[in-house]
């Protein structure tokens, strides 16, 4: 049985072979209902587990509203699993972001709004992450991937606190990375 991670991976790698209509199909598809055939091909390749579809229906619309747009030959893989998502949801998905000199860094999906995420309750968590990935993704740099191994840990393991405590702190040590370099900067031009 492949791992998390190797499900994933493939189901990235899959994302970037779709052609504009399929991917914006899977982006329109509603959890819990029909599908779609690309959907369901996928699921066939991957033996994804029946009982868990509508999560893996979740996993797969987020990782297609996350995905580069365009043909398939001009888009770079999602998936980086270096790159975390609470990273991602801070920094906006792109990896050179700092915050101007002197300024407290602001992430890129409000605190409050991340804390409200925080605080739900494990079965309201895949509207409100379907949410903070549109957003992400308008805001999201072109072949900046991140961690898609975290959105599936969040809709599969809900009653687990690891992969909610892992983005928390993957978002606050990106945000306070960047507010620990502005105030060096800081400290410098005094």
Same mark, same amino acid.
């Given at each position: 049985?492949? $791992?998390?991670?190797? *499900?994933? *991976? =493939?189901? =990235? *790698?899959?994302?970037? /072979?779709?052609?504009?209509?399929?991917?914006?199909?899977? %982006?329109?598809?509603?959890?819990?209902?029909?599908? *779609?055939?690309?959907?369901?091909?996928?699921?066939?390749?991957?033996?994804?587990?029946? =009982?868990? /579809?509508?999560?893996?229906?979740?996993?797969?619309? #987020?990782?297609? #509203?996350? $995905?580069?747009?365009?043909?398939?030959? /001009?888009?770079?893989?999602?998936?980086?699993?270096?790159?975390?998502?609470?990273?991602?949801?801070?920094?906006g998905g792109d990896t050179e972001w700092t915050p101007p000199p002197g300024d407290d860094p602001s992430p890129v999906l409000s605190e409050a709004r991340? /804390?409200?995420?925080?605080?739900?309750?494990?079965?309201?968590?895949?509207?409100?992450?379907?949410?903070?990935?549109?957003?992400?993704?308008?805001?999201?740099?072109?072949?900046?991937?991140?961690?898609?191994?975290?959105? =599936?840990?969040?809709?599969?393991?809900?009653?687990?606190?690891?992969?909610?405590?892992?983005?928390? %702190?993957?978002?606050?040590?990106?945000?306070?990375?960047?507010?620990?370099?502005?105030?060096?900067?800081?400290?410098?031009t005094a």
């Amino acid at each position: 049985m492949p $791992s998390l991670n190797d *499900t994933v *991976t =493939a189901i =990235a *790698t899959r994302l970037l /072979t779709l052609d504009p209509g399929p991917l914006a199909e899977l %982006r329109r598809m509603e959890p819990g209902g029909a599908g *779609t055939p690309v959907f369901w091909r996928l699921a066939a390749e991957q033996d994804l587990p029946r =009982a868990k /579809t509508d999560a893996w229906m979740r996993i797969v619309r #987020i990782m297609a #509203i996350l $995905s580069d747009k365009g043909a398939p030959e /001009t888009r770079k893989p999602l998936h980086d699993w270096k790159r975390p998502l609470g990273a991602a949801l801070a920094d906006g998905g792109d990896t050179e972001w700092t915050p101007p000199p002197g300024d407290d860094p602001s992430p890129v999906l409000s605190e409050a709004r991340f /804390t409200r995420f925080l605080a739900l309750p494990p079965e309201d968590r895949g509207e409100a992450l379907e949410r903070m990935a549109r957003a992400l993704a308008r805001r999201r740099q072109p072949g900046h991937g991140l961690d898609c191994a975290d959105i =599936a840990k969040l809709l599969l393991f809900g009653g687990d606190p690891a992969p909610v405590q892992k983005l928390a %702190r993957d978002f606050y040590n990106r945000l306070d990375g960047a507010k620990r370099r502005a105030d060096k900067e800081k400290e410098g031009t005094a």
